[in-house]
């Protein structure tokens, strides 16, 4: 028979998204109802292996759920991916007492939470905070709904200036290795092209049907690029357009971090809230080092070990859809 977990920590790591705090609200008050003691690890796998260790009540999370970032803050730690500095963290996690881990992160988060897990015995629950929406196993992850609409609100904002001055906006947003934000956003304001790293960008087409269009008369275009496109993001295509069609005023808007902040929406509260529950809940039932997500507004439970390998994937569905509709 299993061990039965008494005493968990909760930590976030990799970048910050909105949501996290009513994350941490959630598995800190599931916990507290399960007569559980309840632990915040600053910084990440750092706080683990520095010893940066709090105990959290009730009140510890009381007014944090309508707050952006993380206030548990985040951190990389490059020690933690050593097998000298997990004994740290396992030693600084025993001497509590601490028998059940909730990390809210990305894949690095998850596959260093496997890793941990497999070499001691601490059982991880990995729940998906990122503003990308690039893991496989859950329809929508901690961050990206808010994210994505601040996008959407820029580039609404954008394209009035577009309109007034007859100007083709290339826009960045984020999305280092995955296009979610700016299918999303895209597909939501009307842009004209959605260039992602999902698919290889084919600058001649992207040329021909602006020509097109310009012949049209349709002088007002919004290119939204993922900043992980194989191209090189908005300076570069921009700097393409230019050169090609020297006619066409091209101006370039980067988003940048604007995205990872602001008070979450009402879906990443309600989504963090649920899967942190869900994450103290798998830790009492037994179910251990899994990923917990949502699939088609079901609890969907994934093994750590291959919540790691699988990544979201684009469908050819979307990009039609994108093609169809920006003609």
Known sequence: MEKKVTKIGVLTSGGDSPGMNACIRAVVRTGLYHGLEMFGILRGFAGMVEDDIIPMESQSVANIIQRGGTILKTARCKEFYEPEGRKKAYQNLKKRGIDGLVIIGGDGSFRGAQIFSNEFDIPCIGL???I????????FTIGFDTAVNTAVEAIDKIRDTAEAHDRLFVIEVMGRDAGYIALHSGISTGAENILIPERKTVIEDIILQLAEKERRKKLVNIIVVAEGDEFGGADEVAKVITQRMPQQEVRVCILGHIQRGGSPSCMDRVIASRMGFHAVESL?????NVFVGIVNNRMNYLPLDEAVKKRQRISEE???IVKILSS
């Open 318 to 320: 979307w990009m039609n």
């Open 284 to 288: 009492i039932e037994g179910r251990h």
């Open 132 to 139: 990308d929406k690039d893991i496989a196993g859950t329809d």
């Open 128 to 130: 998906p905070g990122t």
